[in-house]
């Protein structure tokens, strides 16, 4: 969730001499921007430096990042055509860059964990029809309304391109992977279950071959837990709009859980951290398949770093103790 990014003045250091694509290119910048944050906060995991958007770049997508906007791509998809064209990714010679800065990190870090990650079929598609980032998917709604056999083609492509695409990660050194859905709670349930769970199910029948967990993160997709606790994934990944004992429900223990503080709880004072901490702690001693404390989503850019390190102190000590109970549970 943003481990490296624009709140850490040394990634802000690294970013001045260097655009994001080419950043994510280089190996050696790549590999030292997902250092940078485990040296400063020792998480127990880190986070390849990449983006969901890289393998759109060989399948023929125009892609660019433009300051204050976010990604761009200058040739969205409209037709047939535009489709069929969508080339083939080599993950090897077309994406080894990525293999290379996994290669480089478990080499210097051999203690630390890497996930490896990529983009679900339905987050990537909004991106290639909608031509960048939106508020309300009607482009992509209209493709998928107007067009659902091509729509079908697309995803099948993308969710072939992604499991190959993790599957090279893997076998440079990744030691779990994480799927990024994170546009699809803007989906109705019926189409979240037509368009998007059944691509992410594909990938993870053939990632999870590889014997290495597999991570899925559906935002905002509280409709659909249940289904997704049966998909094969070792791990949800869950935003903070719903709470953990409520997950722990739907659930019932066949899945590990990630997540779920609000990262805008690190803008906040720190005794409003640790009271947040605590009780996603807390929440979580009702999951049966345990429990990786996370963010919900991305770090802000305008985070202290400081804060990140009071949360993790907090989930350190907090997390040691037998969590004692919320203090609105003392309350009722
Ligand atoms: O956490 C990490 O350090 C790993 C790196 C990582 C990035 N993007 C780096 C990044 C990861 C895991 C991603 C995933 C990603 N990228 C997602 C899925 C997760 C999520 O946020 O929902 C999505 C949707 C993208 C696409 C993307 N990349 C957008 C919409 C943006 C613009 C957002 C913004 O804050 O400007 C990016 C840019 C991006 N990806 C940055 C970073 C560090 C900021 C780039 C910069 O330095 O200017």
């Given at each position: 969730?943003r481990q490296?990014?624009?709140y ?18 280089t ?12 040296r ?13 958007l890289?393998?759109?770049v060989?399948?023929g ?5 433009e ?9 969205p ?26 290669q480089?990190?478990v080499?210097a870090?051999p ?5 490896g ?14 031509g960048?980032?939106t508020r309300?998917?009607?482009?992509t709604?209209?493709f998928?309304?107007?067009e ?24 440079a ?28 199910v ?20 509280h ?7 049966t ?5 949800l990944?869950?935003?903070?709009t719903i ?5 722990a ?21 720190p005794?409003?951290i640790?009271r ?15 429990h ?12 202290n ?16 103790q ?6 609105t549970?003392?309350?009722?």
């Open positions: 969730m490296a990014g624009r850490l003045e040394e990634y802000r250091a690294v970013r001045a001499a260097h655009d994001f694509l080419s950043l994510l290119s190996p050696d910048l790549a590999c030292e921007v997902t250092r940078q944050p485990i400063r906060f020792g998480f127990d995991a880190a986070i390849i430096f990449s983006d969901i890289v393998p759109l060989p399948m997508m125009d892609l660019r990042f300051e204050a906007v976010g990604p761009v791509i200058g040739n998809l409209r037709s047939a055509s535009d489709v069929d064209r969508l080339r083939g990714v080599d993950p090897v010679s077309d994406l080894g860059f990525v293999l290379d800065a996994i480089q990190f080499r870090e203690d630390v964990p890497l996930i990650f990529a983009g679900a079929p339905f987050t990537l598609a909004s991106y290639m029809i909608e960048g980032s309300e998917f009607i482009a709604k209209r998928l309304y107007q659902p056999r091509l729509a079908r083609k697309l995803l099948q492509k993308l969710a072939w391109t992604v499991s190959q695409h993790l599957i090279a990660q893997i076998e050194g990744a030691a779990a992977v994480q799927i990024f859905d994170s546009w699809a709670g803007q989906l109705s349930k019926e189409d979240y279950l037509r368009y998007a769970l059944p691509y992410t594909e990938i993870v029948e053939l990632v999870r071959k590889t014997g290495v967990p597999v991570i899925v993160f559906a935002k905002g997709v409709s659909c837990l249940s289904e997704l606790s998909s094969g994934a070792d791990v990944s869950v935003d903070w709470p953990l004992d409520s997950v429900g739907t659930t019932e223990g066949r899945v590990a859980i990630q997540g779920n503080l609000d990262p805008a709880v690190l803008l906040a004072r005794e409003t640790e947040e901490t605590q009780r996603v702690l807390s929440e979580a001693r009702s999951l049966r398949g345990g990786i404390f996370n963010l919900g989503h991305g770090i802000h850019r305008s985070t770093p400081d804060h990140v390190q009071f949360l993790v102190d907090c989930v350190r000590r907090l997390g040691r037998r969590a004692p109970a919320h203090p549970d003392a309350a009722l």
